[in-house]
DNA sequence: CCTTTGATTAGATATCTGTTAAATTAGATA
DNA sequence: TATCTAATTTAACAGATATCTAATCAAAGG
């Protein structure tokens, strides 16, 4: 159904553990839900000191699971698409049984 | 489409966290193919000494994601079903744009 | 240049985690 | 009872991780 290119299970296995924080799992709904989101804005919903979020933040990024750039001043964050989808479809939707 | 009831979010956190780990991530998908499946025989198949294996069967275990019965002498495992497909949903199957 | 704000990086530390070896439990069989 | 196999538990230890403080980097405005 959704599957372009299978992800390596190493990937899979490190997106996952960066999903396998409270707190990032939170970030991360909360970047998905936003079209892109301010890290600003993160500190406020959140309740992180700054080098906690950029850490998390940094979590998420090298794992693939978002991305940021810089515009001015402030830092945008967006869900990179198709990761969780890619995701959905290791944890088993396609469990024959 | 699939959410009976959704997953809290500290439960879904230490779910991902279990598959966070190339090892378990792995043992999961064995199990997850097969309808269910001995311990003896994921020893076969994955290259893990008896107390790392059932190290990381408890994980999986406790974090709800596989169950296990004694049958005589073997242990036998198999996926909760479900499970995977409301991680799927949370991990944004949902997401509206 | 200096200061302010947004964000990351570095260093320190306490906690958590994965693996190993040794001990233990559970069931089967003699 | 003794013994064998299957699986888990315990204890120990090295390596990873989350959070804190302090320092640094990047851009904007005075």
């Known amino acids: 159904m959704s599957n372009q290119q299978s992800l ?12 396998g924080d409270p707190v990032r799992l939170r970030l991360y709904q909360q ?3 936003s079209d892109e989101i301010c890290v600003c ?8 000191s700054a080098p906690t979020m950029s850490h998390h933040l940094k979590s998420l990024r090298t794992a693939g699971l978002i991305e940021g750039d810089r515009r001015g001043t402030w830092i945008y964050y967006r869900a990179i698409s ?5 995701l959905a479809d290791l944890l ?6």
Chains 1, 2 share one sequence.
């Not at 804005?41 to 992180?48: D, M, Q, S």
């Not at 198709?82 to 890619?86: G, I, L, R």
């Open 82 to 86: 198709n990761v969780a989808t890619q």
């Open 8 to 19: 390596s299970e190493e990937l899979a296995a490190r997106q996952f553990k960066a999903l």
């Open 41 to 48: 804005e993160l500190l406020g919903v959140a309740n992180l």
């Open 31 to 33: 970047i998905a839900r």
């Open 92 to 97: 088993g939707a396609n469990v024959p049984v």
